[in-house]
C-alpha cells in the first residue's frame, strides 16, 4: 500500500524530466501552457508547505524535486520565448 | 491545514486546464513531451488506485480530474502530432 504511494510520487515527479530534457534540447517551449506551469508550481509549493507541517517525508522529497523540475521548465519557458 | 493540502491538490489539478485549452487552441503540442505525459498518467493512475484503496476522498477526486485532463492531453498529442 505505502510501495504503491511511492512508486506514484516517484512516477509523477521523474514525468517531467523528459519534458526539461526536451524543451533543453529542442530551443522550443511555445505549445508548453505558461499558466499551467505558474499554477502547478504554486500546487506544488503549496504541497511542500504542507509535507513540511505535516511532517511528511514523501510528500516534502517528492514536491521538493518536481518544484524543482517546474521552476527550471518556467525558466526555459522565458528563456526560449520567442516574440510572435 | 487540511485546507492547505485542498488548495494544493486544487492548484496542481486545474493547472492543466490552460494546457488543454492552449493545445485546443492552437492545434499544436509539438513542444509538449509524450514521455512527460506518459509518465504522469501512469503515475496519476496509481495515486488514483491508492485513493481509492486508503478510501481518501480528496486524493481520488483530485487524481480523477488530473487523469481526466492528462489523458485529454494525451489525446490532443496524437490527434495533433505532425510528421517532421
Same mark, same amino acid.
Given at each position: ?10 512516477? @509523477? ?69 520567442? @516574440?510572435?
Amino acid at each position: 500500500m505505502e510501495t504503491l504511494g511511492y512508486v506514484a510520487g516517484i512516477l @509523477t515527479t521523474i514525468a517531467f524530466v523528459p519534458q526539461v530534457i526536451q524543451i533543453y534540447k529542442t530551443k522550443s517551449a511555445k505549445d508548453v501552457s505558461l499558466a499551467m506551469f505558474l499554477l502547478f508550481t504554486a500546487g506544488v509549493v503549496m504541497w511542500l508547505v504542507y509535507g513540511i507541517k505535516s511532517n511528511a517525508f514523501p510528500v516534502i522529497a517528492a514536491n521538493a524535486i518536481t518544484l524543482l523540475l517546474s521552476l527550471v521548465i518556467l525558466f526555459f519557458k522565458f528563456k526560449y520565448r520567442k @516574440t510572435v
